[in-house]
């Protein structure tokens, strides 16, 4: 079975300073795809970043960056330049399979809220 | 491009009434999942549709829940009778069937309360 465990319940950041948000998931799959996922107070999911088990680079969207140490099953998220707009729920969530498999199914961790300070 | 739309966004009912969500995917998205995050417990998976298919309905919770997706395009969900335990968002979210990236987009869900 998947886990997603996300271990920060809350964090707090000044504005333009980086912030690192955990995640260690759990599968015996050798193929699967790691997703961060924000939601800000209006309630909607907004994807952020993916990184496939088999990328070798680690993926970065802009402001967003995820640290994928596969061995360590670890998929931090990290957000430079931290803005106020960036306070927010933060869910890390796995998908198992190939991309062009029929399992899409995610498993989320419980989420980060994280609070950037002015 | 329109993204993932649900509707409502917000529904009060009583116990043992009936509510039925509507879901509109990403024009030209194959893929339409229902997740649910009730209070303090993670968002959790109930079910994947191909196309009009039910591909995977493992996180359905019970047999008070239905949902369906006439001709492939929304896609609705039906909880009867609704029980307090019930309360709760509940998310769509579309995927092209062959998206590079896989991304997953979200709606911004359907906050649910049975009183």
């Known amino acids: 079975a998947q886990k997603i465990t996300q271990t920060q319940p809350g964090m707090f950041v000044q504005e333009k300073e980086a912030v690192t948000l955990d995640c260690t998931y759990d599968?015996?799959?050798?193929?699967?795809?790691l997703f961060w996922y924000k939601q800000p107070s209006s309630g909607e999911m907004i994807f952020l970043i993916y990184?496939?088990?088999?990328?070798?680079q680690n993926a970065t969207e802009g402001r967003y960056s995820l640290n994928f140490q596969k061995a360590r099953k670890s998929a931090n998220l990290v957000i430079s330049a931290s803005q106020l707009g960036d306070s927010a729920m933060y869910f890390c969530?796995?998908?198992?399979?190939?991309?062009?498999?029929?399992?899409?199914?995610?498993?989320f961790g419980k989420g980060t809220l994280l609070t950037v300070n002015p | 491009e329109a993204g993932v739309t649900q509707f409502p966004s917000h529904s009060v009912i009583e116990k043992g009434q009936t509510v039925t969500l509507r879901c509109d995917p990403i024009?030209?998205?194959?893929?339409l999942y229902w997740y649910r995050r009730v209070m303090g417990k993670e968002i959790k998976f109930l079910l994947h549709?191909?196309?009009?298919?039910?591909?995977?309905e493992s996180g359905m919770p019970n047999n008070r829940f239905l949902a369906e997706r006439t001709g492939g395009t929304y896609s609705t969900l039906k909880v009867q009778p609704a029980e307090l335990e019930d309360s709760g968002v509940y998310f769509c979210?579309?995927?092209?069937?062959?998206?590079?990236?896989?991304?997953?987009?979200f709606g911004e869900g359907s906050w649910l309360t049975v009183v």
């Open positions: 979210a579309s995927s092209h069937r062959q998206s590079s990236g896989n991304t997953i987009y």
């Open positions: 599968t015996s799959d050798q193929s699967y795809g």
């Open positions: 990184q496939g088990s088999y990328d070798e």
């Open positions: 969530a796995m998908r198992e399979g190939y991309s062009g498999g029929s399992n899409y199914k995610l498993t």
């Open positions: 024009s030209g998205h194959d893929n």
């Open positions: 549709f191909v196309k009009e298919s039910k591909q995977d």
